[in-house]
């Protein structure tokens, strides 16, 4: 609506008498208001910067501090140890009536007091950063915490303990660590060791010892250098170089799904979930702006970077022909939609008010019930987001670069995120197994057109109400829009609420302006290039053999009861079931985090190790007593959590040496052992996705309120991606994807291996299993 008014706020025409204005007084009214809301939200992100700029210090604070000064003068105790007098020395004197000596006695008071209150931020903000460094609690065994790390926790909290804003820890968060590269070199080789015989190890030991004597140290020290220098020395080449850079179609190769609760449904009607879905999203993009969303904690004390959050809205991923580049605004009041071959502009506040859920479910069932046929090349255009990149960026810049083209795409790519309406219906059902898989499928690619892949998250409404995302890789990891989707979902269920016909709350406004069709001019080449980048992620797509399914035996609690961590057990199973399925180990790539350094992305934990090899050989051979096989599980357990904890502590291998071939490739250096490093294959690529990082409900009081997490493709063409999550005390959700067209993997036969194993091994320890 305020975009129709604004568009007619004024109209003259001219007469023999000049120029005749005529306003509207109540566009300018909508005009006026939306400018006090820019307004707003400046100062707001003045006041957070300053707060932010002063934690763990606040103005109540330096008011105690210049008090306390004021004070002591009066009481003729001079605290500052004469350093007020030499201020009041450099003020200037005879300035006026009211510069008298009283005033630039308080005046010199309260700079020194706002100096002393500033060195005590810096200070204590110093002291946290040190404080934060400290990782040794991570390798200290349950319930055996040592005198030096309970101090540690309480000087943390008391640091701490004023209540932060999102980014108030983001200057005390430590750097991450460059490795030294003798000890990357040695836990590299250590890694590969159970997948190499004696000659093909001796080789690569010689290529590494080569590369530690003779190269590495030239390159060790730039990498030293840009560590001092940059604020993480990992980050930006990460996201440059494996993500936009990569000229590769962004489905099914980096674009990544997520599920929503599987188990309830709120609503069948598709507008309505939207409407409520929509307007919780814009609810937290604005306690994002503000920055009242909590920091995420580790053990409820040690606060993790928040930096990814800050391009979850309003972030587009533009085509170049050699590398993409990430757009983000600082706002954006409308969403893009496509239904049924048509795009929409829909606005999202009237004036500077938010529109309600009622509202928007109105606006999506007006696109829902719009008749009109799609334009000539519009339904298909979204296929140009799936194909190659160079070929979109090319066709972007020879047919979008102007006129009604560059209109329509700059309202699609300056949304703050994309909406998907489908035509199709996606639900699990626990009685049929294959209905979860469907469902993934239509998350991960849809049809190839009807997603908007550069955008930094598609939400998909199918036609019964069930919803789901497709997420771009670039901007954040997994957990980052997962802690948006579980706020969104549980606003959604707990706190919007539905009516007993399904639909919002409230009475919608029918005075809305309805939603604005996009208008397109598609020449014939273009379309040509259109329907070539749709063949190609078909291909992709149709390629993508996808099996999910959930776990009932048993499920964290379960596995607990093993004394192991669930992720350990579930790591272990994993290369059991790959053993099983293929004869044989491969490298094994799982992803954790390093979200304890400032501006910290992922690390690789390479968790097919000596330890877990011998455990599974043990196991296929099928000749060893049970307790010398709890011994070789407890063994490779012990040494899995102890990788993942080194990987998220800055001590993984893979950064590392991804970082120092980068410097290689800048300095035009050769290295035979970082090429075939980075040239090696993750046959088996592996994800835990996060779940109840928001505490929006009691998991015990409501066990069905669980998403099933989310997948992605494939990372190598013989190779098999696995996501899972460990969905509570007795669940657990898998998503296996490969490709048809290898004749050696199988994406469900390689899950029921992951099903046996995950029972053979609980039978291990007698752990009792719920029926199947």
């Not at 500077?352 to 799609?374: A, G, K, T, V, Y």
């Not at 489908?422 to 849809?446: I, N, Q, V």
């Not at 670039?474 to 269920?493: K, M, N, Q, S």
């Amino acid at each position: 609506m305020a975009e129709a008014h604004q568009a007619v706020a004024f109209q003259f025409t001219v007469t023999p008498d000049g120029v005749d204005f005529r306003l509207s007084r109540e566009a300018l009214k909508h005009i006026y208001l939306s400018g006090i809301n820019s307004w707003k939200k400046r100062l707001i992100r003045i006041k957070n910067g300053i707060l932010r700029g002063v934690y763990p210090g606040s103005p109540t604070s330096w008011l105690v501090v210049v008090m306390a000064t004021v004070g002591s003068s009066y009481c003729k105790v001079d605290i500052s140890m004469g350093l007020v007098c030499c201020v009041q020395r450099c003020l200037p004197e005879g300035c006026g009536p009211y510069w008298t000596p009283q005033t630039r006695a308080l005046l010199s008071m309260a700079i020194f007091s706002t100096g002393v209150w500033m060195m005590g931020i810096f200070f204590f903000r110093q002291t946290l950063k040190l404080l934060l460094s400290y990782h040794g609690w991570m390798f200290e065994m349950h319930g055996h915490t040592s005198h030096f790390t309970k101090v540690w926790a309480v000087c943390v909290r008391l640091l701490s303990s004023r209540r932060p804003m999102l980014y108030s820890f983001q200057t005390s968060l430590p750097k991450l660590p460059v490795p030294s590269v003798p000890a990357t070199i040695q836990r590299y080789l250590e890694s590969v060791r159970p997948l190499l015989d004696d000659e093909e190890f001796y080789r690569m030991e010689t290529l590494a010892k080569e590369f530690q004597d003779k190269t590495a140290p030239r390159l060790q020290k730039y990498l030293v250098l840009k560590s001092w220098w940059a604020t993480n020395y990992v980050s930006d080449w990460w996201e440059e170089y494996v993500y936009l850079r990569s000229r590769a179609p962004l489905v099914v190769n980096s674009n990544y799904y997520v599920m929503e609760f599987v188990l309830i449904k709120n609503t069948e009607i598709q507008a309505a979930r939207l409407g409520n879905i929509v307007h919780a999203m814009i609810m937290y993009r604005r306690k994002l702006d503000r920055e009242e969303i909590k920091p995420v904690m580790a053990l409820g004390i040690v606060p993790m970077c928040s930096y990814q959050m800050e391009r979850m809205f309003n972030t587009t991923r533009i085509p170049g022909k050699e590398t993409d580049l990430l757009q983000h605004l600082s706002d954006s009041r409308h969403v893009a939609v496509y239904h049924k071959g048509r795009f929409f502009k829909v606005w999202l506040y009237e004036g500077s008010q938010l529109l309600r859920p009622c509202d928007l479910e109105m606006q999506f069932q007006r696109i829902l019930d719009d008749p009109s046929p799609p334009q000539p090349g519009e339904e298909k255009l979204a296929a140009l987001t799936a194909g190659g990149r160079a070929e979109w960026a090319q066709a972007r810049q020879a047919f979008f670069s102007s006129g009604k083209n560059k209109a329509a795409l700059d309202a699609i790519e300056r949304a703050a995120f994309f909406v998907a309406l489908d035509e199709e219906s996606h639900h699990y059902d626990p009685e049929d197994e294959a209905s979860l898989s469907l469902y993934g499928k239509a998350l991960l690619h849809g049809n190839c057109y009807n997603r908007w892949f550069d955008k930094s998250f598609t939400v998909i409404a199918f036609k019964n109400g069930q919803l789901g995302l497709n997420t771009e890789h670039a901007w954040a990891d997994a957990p980052i829009i997962g802690h948006l989707w579980e706020f969104v979902l549980g606003t959604e269920t707990f706190h919007l609420g539905y009516t007993e016909t399904g639909h919002c709350l409230g009475k919608p406004n029918p005075m809305l302006a309805a939603p604005q069709r996009l208008q397109w001019d598609i020449p014939e080449q273009c379309q040509a290039v259109i329907e070539s980048s749709y063949q190609v992620a078909m291909a992709l797509a149709d390629d993508v053999e996808l099996y999910c399914f959930q776990f009932l035996p048993f499920g964290k609690g379960l596995i607990k009861k093993c004394r192991t961590s669930p992720d350990a057990f579930v790591q272990i199973a994993l290369q059991l079931a790959h053993f099983r399925d293929r004869g044989k180990f491969c490298l094994t790539y799982e992803a954790s985090m390093t979200r304890m350094f400032r501006e910290g992305r992922t690390e690789t934990v390479r968790s097919c190790t000596s330890e877990s090899t011998a455990f599974v050989q043990a196991m296929v051979a099928g000749t060893h007593m049970k307790a010398d096989l709890q011994d070789l599980f407890r063994k490779a357990s012990k040494k899995h959590q102890n990788m993942y904890r080194l990987a998220m502590t800055g001590a993984g291998i893979d950064r590392h040496l991804f970082c120092l071939y980068v410097v290689s490739k800048y300095l035009g250096v050769s290295s035979p052992f970082l090429a075939e490093v980075l040239s090696e294959p993750w046959r088996l690529s592996t994800s835990q996705i996060a779940q109840f990082q928001i505490r929006m409900f009691d998991p015990e009081k409501y066990p069905n309120h669980l998403g099933a997490g989310g997948g992605f493709g494939p990372v190598a063409d013989d190779g098999y991606g696995v996501s899972y999550m460990i969905a509570g005390e007795n669940t657990l959700f898998f998503h296996i994807s490969s490709k048809f067209s290898s004749s050696e993997t199988n994406a469900q036969r390689f899950g029921n291996h992951i099903r046996q194993a995950l029972l053979d091994i609980a039978d291990l320890f007698q752990v009792p299993k719920a029926d199947s």
